[in-house]
């Protein structure tokens, strides 16, 4: 069972340019999520997709922020006209919806992160 | 409101030394969940333990063990002969009440440890 993958791993952009990142999570997790992570700080939560469905949105995630997970499987987070304050680590994580090999439900696995430098 | 407070930014010690990292937490919930999380400077958070507000047993788990608190809200994190691989971020999580819309994780602001040989 591979673990969460993100694409790509380091993203430097000028800004004003679009972004776009791909989540790809581990495979029978349903509930897939967004965060993002400034240097010395925590993760803070975007959004969050069960399935298709885009359940929760922070207020992190300004209108130039869009996060799609069309078919229920990988998500993609696009970032518009991007800003020098985009700068961030991009991390994505997958939970199941009931329990899987023991693992609680609830417990959410994190990929490896998608650094963005925006010049 | 929920927050999670990791007052230990920097912690370093000599291998071998045991060292606890601090973790306390504010909810209004009485149904809650709290995370362990290891950065490694690979920037990958792993998972180490989750623990509901309903268990407050310690747990351990080779070297590593943590100790719940309700009545001083902590859930402190204990490597007991720390080794120079234990070196991290380690962030404490908090997530509340299992309804649907709440399922973010919460974080401190982390502890860098530095286990020097």
């Known amino acids: 069972d591979t673990g969460v993958s993100q694409d790509p791993r380091h993203k430097i952009t000028k800004r004003g340019q679009n972004v776009t990142f791909r989540c790809d999570p581990i495979?029978?997790?349903?509930?897939l999520y967004w965060y993002r992570q400034t240097l010395g700080q925590g993760p803070e939560f975007l959004t969050y997709?069960?399935?298709?469905?885009?359940?929760?949105k922070s207020r992190l995630l300004s209108d130039r922020f869009s996060a799609e997970r069309p078919k229920g499987s990988f998500s993609t987070l696009e970032i518009q006209r991007t800003e020098q304050g985009d700068s961030a680590m991009y991390l994505c994580?997958?939970?199941?919806?009931?329990?899987?090999?023991?693992?609680?439900?609830?417990?959410?696995?994190f990929g490896p992160g998608t650094r963005l430098t925006v010049l | 409101a929920q927050k999670v407070t990791q007052a230990q930014t920097e912690i370093s010690v000599v291998e071998k030394e045991d060292v606890t990292l601090d973790c306390v937490y504010e909810t209004r919930d009485t149904t809650y969940y709290l995370f362990w999380y290891k950065q490694p400077p690979s920037g990958e958070l792993v998972f180490l333990i989750r623990r509901n507000s309903f268990d407050e047993q310690n747990e351990i788990s080779g070297r590593y063990s943590w100790n719940f608190q309700k009545s001083t809200s902590s859930f402190n994190f204990t490597i007991t002969a720390s080794q120079v691989v234990d070196s991290a971020v380690y962030f404490c999580?908090?997530?509340?009440?299992?309804?649907?819309?709440?399922?973010?994780?919460?974080f401190g602001q982390g502890t860098r440890l530095t286990i020097n040989p």
């Open positions: 994580a997958s939970s199941p919806t009931k329990v899987l090999a023991g693992a609680p439900t609830d417990t959410q696995y």
């Open positions: 997709f069960q399935n298709e469905a885009q359940l929760e």
């Open positions: 495979s029978e997790h349903n509930r």
């Open positions: 999580a908090l997530r509340w009440a299992p309804i649907q819309g709440a399922q973010k994780l919460v």
